[in-house]
């Protein structure tokens, strides 16, 4: 049977587990996650282990990036399937604050994200999100002290926020982005896709389906404009109601007039029923 991982509960735990690597002169991997863990944050742990010696994942659903009308209470838990998981790929360490230990009584600290975290895409829909996101990321980084960190490139907006984040405070890490897990029909993995109902969950391959029409499209010298409306419509069609379909600056996320100021990225976000949806793909 897989040994499973040790799990830390406080800072304390955690840094005793962290030293006991560093004194052996290994590498740290962080990946961090809000559990429920699917094949999507597996293939971050797979990579992870590539790149290093000790992989860490953090467990903890981060109450500072969720509205108060978003899923916090019902986001998925699945803590004993998740350590079953990572203990099959043989993780080391699992580091599961409560939010008391991560925001004990007068935690006053928050950051607020520019550039990518301000360029119109997730963050006109969340306004919270990346704060949120950036203030509980930088304190894993700071706990954790890892050599890299393994984000998904699912989340396209949050890989570009958190590099930029981790440059900007000059955090002596490695942010690495791994390619998007989908399912065999194409849709991108996600713990929110559990909320899908059947005919939602058939109708959800859609957006795959369409930014990859888009970008052969473009490749193929459509305009810019035109194929985002053409790929606009086939989404409407299917029956999302869009908050954005946008083709845009792959690393500044800056809007961009054509192909030639690439690369460049098509990023959606779009609504099925009360699931939220995003994907991304480059061109
Ligand atoms: O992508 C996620 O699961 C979360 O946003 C993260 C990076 C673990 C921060 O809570």
Sequence with gaps: MARRPSVARNIAALRNSVAGYRKKGVTVAL??????????????????????KRVVVSIFVNPAQFAPTEDFSTYPRTWSADIA???????DLVWAPSAAVMYPEGFSTRL???GPAK???EDRFRPHFFGGVTTVVSK???Q????????????????MVVTRMARDLDLPLKVVGIPTVREKDGLAMSSRNVYLSPPERATAPTLYRTLKECATNLRSGQ??????SGARATIEQAGFAID??????????????SLDEGPVRLLVAARLGRTRLIDNIAV
Excluded at 85 to 91: E, I, M
């Design 85 to 91: 998981a990572l203990a099959a790929l043989g993780v």
């Design 112 to 114: 607020e994200p520019g």
């Design 144 to 159: 954790v002290a890892p050599d890299i960190a393994v984000f998904g490139q699912k989340d396209y907006q949050q890989l």
């Design 223 to 228: 305009p810019l404009e035109r194929a985002l």
């Design 31 to 52: 990946v961090p996650t809000m559990g429920a863990l699917h094949d999507g944050h597996l293939s971050l742990v797979r990579a992870a282990r590539k790149k290093a």
């Design 119 to 121: 360029v119109g895409l």
């Design 244 to 257: 954005y379909v946008e083709a845009r600056h792959a690393q500044s996320l800056a809007p961009i007039a």
């Design 140 to 142: 894993l980084f700071i």
